[in-house]
């Protein structure tokens, strides 16, 4: 065994292991002599203690126990940083061989090792995924589900009361619960009554309670009675029937009234109808009109008549109203056919068709008519009886004296815009002994509306012919004197009863 000192650097260790025996530092001087085995230093070590500067030396001093106990020390602890320091070598020369070996492998193939030695390099990157296993937690369950939103391969978890996506980390999804934001929204919702403890079990009040309510709600569009109606029927119904229970629980008023008849009766009403029809062979035919109302906006109405079964005769009942984007033949023909066919009835059961005369409608050229004969050569189309009716009558009055009709407008017109003028009017009524009526004004849209004006100019004619010479007197006017110059003419008369026998024919 060969004798050897190390010369130790400086350090704060080795100040504070000598700092006991001073005589041992001042000797060595500040160096530590350790025995080694050849086979020691060999070259696997030697670079591993590049850093410690190793001298011989001729003897060690003999008869100083404490230098040669502390220098057995210094040799065990030195030994053990040389072993440690040998095996970070031999880790550190194993990852340099395996890389090298790639990158000698890259000469052969390529780009393939440049990826290798990029997994080899990097470290894999860790991504979140949602688990089902959450959703049966109780802390969980009653508001957390499965987001859509993935981004950069994570999964996202949402909550359902704050509307929120939450990172599909387990961590992050128990800091949102423990959040303001969701114990507000959550208390807030576990506030609320469930479906079940609303509504409840229907009992049989209960039952018959609503049943009235449909009664009511039926008979007012039975008979074409305002929805208005209702505010004052309820109160009426439970103070007539005080000793009944379901009179006491109806609760309905024109909103109700309204909605059940529009989303409730309503729907089954039609619903019914229009099954009668689905199946080949249950014909009908069909009223088209045509109208814009006071918004500008085209609608086409249609009515529905057929033999009922049950009742045993023809029942003509409404079918449908619909919106219409213009008033052409073509557009007119494509909502008629839609209106059929969209209810799931064919097309073949239509056998009659009526509408106005207009040549829209029954052109010899373009028209709905000619095109429902191409489709369905076997309809019987008839024109509207009572447009014709009308066309007849205006067209007969045109052979009358113009001055007569003047004068049941000029009436109309007369009194329609002066109070004080109605009230005069009553005066004459009373005297002559008549009853007292207000004075017509025939409507410009609404057909055959000149019969009730002419009606009640005859039942007024010796009133307001007395009171159109008091007027004359007072306040003259062109009109006035135009109204009572007809008056007084004995054909005019004549020619106002007339009329009644026209239209009545």
Not at 35 to 50: A, C, F, K, V, Y
Not at 226 to 239: A, N, Q
Not at 379 to 392: D, E, G, Q, R, W
Not at 405 to 413: A, F, P, Q, T, Y
Request: charged residues 30%; hydrophobic residues 35%.
């Amino acid at each position: 065994m060969d004798k050897w000192l190390l010369k130790l650097p400086k350090n704060k260790k080795n100040h504070e292991s000598n700092e006991g025996d001073r005589e041992v530092e001042a000797s060595s001087s500040s160096c530590t002599v350790v025995e080694l085995d050849n086979n020691d230093i060999g070259s696997e070590i030697q670079p591993s203690i590049s850093a410690i500067e190793v001298v011989p030396v001729q003897e060690p001093v003999i008869g100083d126990a404490i230098a040669t106990d502390d220098a057995n020390a210094n040799s065990q602890q030195m030994r053990n940083e040389i072993e440690v320091t040998r095996k970070r070598k031999i880790n550190t020369n194993t990852r340099a061989q395996e890389i090298e070996a790639i990158d000698l492998e890259s000469d052969d193939h390529g780009e393939e090792a440049e990826n290798q030695v990029s997994i080899v390099r990097k470290k894999k990157r860790f991504t979140y995924k949602f688990r089902d296993s959450w959703l049966q937690l109780d802390e969980f369950k009653n508001w957390l589900k499965r987001s859509s939103k993935v981004q950069n391969n994570n999964e996202f978890a949402k909550c359902i009361i704050c509307n929120d996506d939450i990172l599909a980390h387990k961590a992050d999804i128990c800091r949102h619960s423990l959040s303001s934001k969701h114990k507000k929204k959550f208390s807030q919702v576990a506030a609320n009554n469930k479906i079940d403890n609303v509504f409840g079990k229907n009992t049989q009040l209960d039952l018959s309670t609503r049943r009235a309510e449909l009664k009511l709600t039926g008979f007012l569009a039975s008979n074409d009675l305002p929805f208005l109606l209702m505010d004052t029927l309820e109160p009426l119904c439970k103070d007539i029937f005080s000793d009944s229970q379901v009179a006491k629980n109806i609760s309905i008023r024109r909103t109700k009234a309204t909605a059940i008849m529009q989303a409730g009766l309503g729907e089954i009403i039609s619903r019914d109808l229009f099954k009668k029809f689905e199946k080949p062979g249950a014909f009908f035919s069909i009223i088209m009109d045509e109208t814009t109302d006071v918004g500008s906006i085209k609608q086409c109405a249609f009515v529905i008549i057929y033999f009922c079964e049950d009742k045993k005769k023809v029942v003509t009942r409404f079918f449908d109203m619909v919106e219409v984007a213009s008033g052409t033949a073509k557009d007119l023909y494509d909502c008629l056919r839609n209106t059929i066919t969209s209810k799931k009835i064919p097309f073949e059961n239509l056998v009659g068709f009526s509408a106005d005369t207009c040549n829209v409608m029954f052109g010899e050229k373009n028209s709905v008519f000619t095109m429902l004969k191409q489709d369905l050569p076997q309809v019987v189309c008839v024109k509207c009886s009572c447009h014709m009716i009308h066309l007849a009558a205006s067209k007969a009055c045109l052979a009358l004296p113009r001055s007569v009709e003047d004068l049941v407008r000029n009436l109309g017109s007369h009194f329609s815009r002066s109070y004080h003028k109605q009230q005069k009017s009553m005066e004459f009524q009373e005297f002559f002994h008549v009853k007292i009526h207000k004075i017509l004004h025939p409507s410009v849209t609404r057909w055959l509306s000149l019969q009730g004006c002419v009606d009640r100019v005859l039942e007024q004619y010796v009133p307001l012919r007395e009171y159109l010479r008091e007027t004359v007197m007072s306040d003259p006017s062109r009109t006035t004197d135009e109204m009572l110059l007809t008056m007084n003419n004995k054909f005019t008369k004549i020619y106002l009863e007339f009329f009644p026998t026209l239209w009545d024919s």
